[in-house]
């Protein structure tokens, strides 16, 4: 167990040297998604990650870790030389197919609040830059710079209303810095929201929505998700919440107070949680903590955290 742990470690400092190679510009951002690209390298070292707490095998446990090692050292320093997407330009990329400008543009667009709209499902997509989502009074808003044609896709019927929004499709992203969305959601609305991050700083401040399900893909990112309190006129029991973290160092927020129950599958992560939670599974599949006198028959936040080499940090505010 105790080589496990150091391969754990020499891990999150492979990753936490790529990250500082990107901040002072001596590795550009966009080898990222070399790595992204070896994402089922991930699959194979989960499965022996696993058959080694299976047999008890310290050793095939280090190899896993030694390969998602080897997999980002791969996608860093050999793709790029092999023609992958490796640039001079520290965070400037090749546009490629899609690109409308070589510069990001402004784009401002909303659908008005319709009365008639109980339930909503969004899918929001962030990409490359910076992604925000809080409550509106719109149906739904979405503002930014983007250096494609953005997405914004509203359909309404007597079912609900199905959105979809994002910053534009394209082969590659230019400045990633430069790129942004900024979404707001009818709080009038019962949501079933999706977000996927990309390579991206999420700041999704959902305290003031309310949601029937939600389903975080942060990619390589830094957030932060912010719950509010569960909504029981529009959910039987548990509110599902699914958080995908990637490669990123994240915050989730939940109002003090509510009831969670907290599954982790943590992978190669560091996971920060409030010392009331207790574990109540006992060995076996993922660890399950639930919040200090939780109940199932109230409203409940049901939480599914799969971290893969994260640094996640869960408290209440």
């Keep these: 167990m105790e080589l496990k742990r150091i391969a754990e470690g020499l891990t999150v ?27 089922p390298l991930l699959l194979i070292a989960a499965g022996i990650d696993v058959i080694g707490r299976g047999t008890d095998n310290s050793w095939l446990r280090v190899l896993s870790s030694l390969l998602v090692i080897a997999g980002l050292a791969y996608g860093v320093f050999v793709m790029p030389a092999n023609g992958g997407n490796w640039s001079p330009w520290g965070p400037f990329v090749f546009m490629g ?3 409308v400008s070589a510069n990001s543009e402004p784009f401002d667009n909303s659908e008005a609040h319709d ?17 925000t989502v809080t409550a509106g009074s719109n149906l739904v808003s979405a503002s930014g710079t983007s250096p494609f044609d953005p997405v914004f896709e509203v359909n ?6 199905d959105v979809v929004v994002g910053l534009g499709n394209g082969q590659w992203v230019a400045l990633r810095d430069n790129a942004s969305l900024d979404v707001e959601l009818d709080r009038a609305v019962a949501w079933d929201l999706r977000i996927d991050g990309g390579v991206s700083e999420i700041e999704a401040d959902l305290s003031d929505l309310t949601l029937t399900a939600l389903e975080i893909r942060a990619g390589v990112s830094k957030g932060t998700v912010i719950l509010g309190a569960v909504d029981t006129r529009v959910t039987d029991g548990g509110v599902p919440v699914i958080l995908d973290t990637g490669v990123s160092t994240f915050t989730v927020r939940i109002k003090e107070g509510e009831h969670v129950r907290l599954r982790m ?17 006992s060995g076996g599949g993922d660890d399950v903590y639930e919040s200090d006198g939780f ?3 109230a409203g409940y936040w049901d939480i599914t955290l799969d971290a893969g080499i994260s640094n996640v940090r869960i408290e209440y505010y």
């Design 115 to 131: 009365p008639t709209v109980r339930t909503g499902d969004a899918l929001v997509s962030g990409g490359v830059g910076s992604l």
């Design 13 to 39: 400092i492979a990753v936490g040297l790529v990250f500082l190679g990107n901040t002072f510009g001596v590795i550009p951002w966009s080898v990222w998604w070399n790595v992204i690209s070896l994402w």
């Design 265 to 281: 599958d943590k992978g190669l992560s560091t996971i920060a949680k409030p010392s009331d939670m207790r574990q109540v599974n």
């Design 97 to 99: 197919t899609g690109a």
């Design 156 to 161: 309404t019927s007597s079912k609900g209303a």
């Design 295 to 297: 109940s199932e028959s």
